[in-house]
């Protein structure tokens, strides 16, 4: 299986290549991809030196998936590209996830939608992958009226500027801003730009993910995205209004039971989700799950899931796999 990684040299891409070699994915051939300034550079994936090239010489080496993670821009202008030439991009920008024509895939939750047609899919928002980690499951089996999130954003989503305005402040220095105000004990709620409708872009994408992910236009959904001084992923307060009442054991085994998902649930000896343990791990986190006393069939719960994990490069990763699996590619 020949494997392009389309922004090999960012972020993503370098959790991508560390999630392919510890989920052993069947890599034949490796092809970093990155723009012109970091063509010519070396990487390393398990053990073996490879060069980076161009997004030209990349498709011209045939691959049978690329993995794409180079922003919106780089995605509309060649991701179509490289699927004339046949091959199946799965992208993890923005840039597809709402055209009708592309599948919007969480693996545990939509992947039986994918065929063999799909050569463009698309890998959807961070914030959203977690959050229906959960709701899917709730939806399956009590049916979802309303959802009311306020999110708790790791700086890595942001990207490398945010991580290092963080260590300058933390370090009282001066230098380059990812952010129009200090984030270092500091919390901005401002997560992308703001809409006419006073929301911003990041807010909105959970509301029409939401409901193309789960195929319910009908479930309400209200955000709140906040950026916060943290490193190891993301963490979500989610208020949800169920269609039927429910047992809180019940919630919990059904969590539970669902791949994928860690319930850490404990009052008694403080267990519950946080970032500082999310890190680098692949799973989505679930904590705190307590009826709403203040309404009927309604449900509080805390997620916390690795951004950069389950939130991009792992979710992408499992999209192939699932395309290998099922012989869709």
């Not at 709402?98 to 939750?109: C, G, H, R, W």
């Not at 049916?143 to 990207?159: A, E, F, L």
């Amino acid at each position: 299986m020949k494997i392009a990684v389309v922004g090999a040299t960012g972020m993503v891409g370098e959790v991508m290549l560390k999630v392919l070699a510890e989920r052993n994915f069947p890599v034949t051939e490796l092809i970093p991809v990155a723009s012109e300034r970091s063509v010519g550079k070396i990487i390393s994936f398990k053990g073996n030196n490879y060069t980076v090239v161009g997004l030209t010489t990349a498709i011209e080496l045939c691959p049978d998936i690329a993995l794409f993670s180079a922003g919106g821009e780089t995605s509309l202008e060649w991701a179509p590209k490289f699927a004339e030439a046949g091959i199946t991009v799965i992208d993890n920008s923005s840039a597809w996830r709402m055209d009708p024509s592309k599948k919007l895939i969480i693996p545990e939750i939509n992947a039986d939608q994918l065929t063999s047609e799909d050569k463009i899919i698309a890998n959807p928002n961070c914030s959203t992958i977690q959050m229906l980690m959960a709701l899917a499951p709730l939806k399956n089996n009590f049916g979802i009226k309303r959802v009311v999130v306020s999110t708790y954003q790791s700086i890595t989503g942001t990207g490398v500027m945010a991580m290092k305005q963080l260590e300058n402040e933390y370090n009282d220095v001066v230098g380059e801003m990812a952010y129009p105000y200090p984030i270092h004990k500091n919390a901005i709620p401002h997560c992308d730009v703001f809409l006419e409708n006073g929301y911003t872009k990041e807010e909105m994408k959970l509301v029409h993910e939401t409901h193309k992910i789960l195929d319910d236009d009908s479930i309400g959904v209200t955000a709140t995205a906040i950026r916060i001084p943290v490193v190891g992923g993301h963490s979500e307060a989610v208020n949800v209004e169920l269609n039927s009442d429910f047992e809180l054991a019940a919630v919990r085994k059904l969590l539970n039971d669902t791949p994928g998902v860690i319930v850490q649930d404990n009052p008694d000896t403080n267990t519950y989700p946080m970032p500082i343990y999310a890190k680098d791990k692949n799973e989505v986190f679930i904590g705190r799950i307590r009826k709403d006393f203040s309404q009927q069939n309604t449900l509080n719960l805390w997620i916390v899931a690795d951004n950069l994990r389950k939130g991009a490069a792992t979710n992408t990763i499992q999209i192939a796999e699932y395309l290998i699996r099922e012989g869709l590619v």
